[in-house]
């Protein structure tokens, strides 16, 4: 099924927002052992925090969400509105949920709400933190978004997410 291309939410945070299919994935799954969670923060903003640990290879923590088939040819920009805590994370995007690589670009926060506008053509893809030999992202459609936090570093992260839109 196709979502209307005449919406350009892809998710909106409140306090009744059904968060249950965000899924966590952690570098457990090869062997890591940092930790991570997702839900709704008090006001209602999406919640993803965690601590990162650098034991038996690991350092990252990751959440997605698959979407229905979204129409995005007439868009050309991710809207994050975001509040971090100073650090870089990675906006995540997959045309097809069944692709074994993401579309991927590192941006900063500054403690602050921002509005961070990420331009879907900038985004490359990667696999398991390499980028490929493929063109950038061109697609029609998204099916999948999440964000990555792993900067090589233990440490505790938290971002708070408001809106993620298309413009």
């Known amino acids: 099924m196709l979502t209307s291309m005449s919406s350009n939410i892809i998710f909106d ?46 350092g990252f923590c990751s959440v997605k969400h698959k979407l229905e088939r979204k129409l995005i040819k007439n868009f050309t ?25 993401s579309y991927i670009i590192i941006f900063s926060t500054n403690g602050d709400w921002q509005e961070i506008q990420i331009p879907l053509k900038d985004m490359y893809p990667s696999f398991r933190g390499r980028k ?8 029609d459609y998204i099916e999948e978004i999440g964000f990555l936090f792993g900067n090589k570093t233990e440490e505790n992260f938290q971002l708070m997410i408001d809106k993620i839109e298309l413009k």
């Open 13 to 58: 945070f409140n306090e009744k927002s059904n968060v249950k299919e965000w899924v966590i994935t952690n570098d457990v799954v090869m062997g890591g052992k940092s930790s991570s969670t997702f839900g709704l923060s008090p006001k209602g903003h999406g919640l993803f925090k965690g601590a990162i640990s650098l034991d038996n290879n690991g």
């Open 77 to 101: 920009t991710i809207a994050l509105r975001i509040k971090g805590d100073g650090k870089n994370y990675q906006l995540r995007i997959k045309s097809n949920s069944g692709d074994y690589f």
């Open 132 to 139: 490929l030999d493929k063109p950038n992202f061109s697609e």
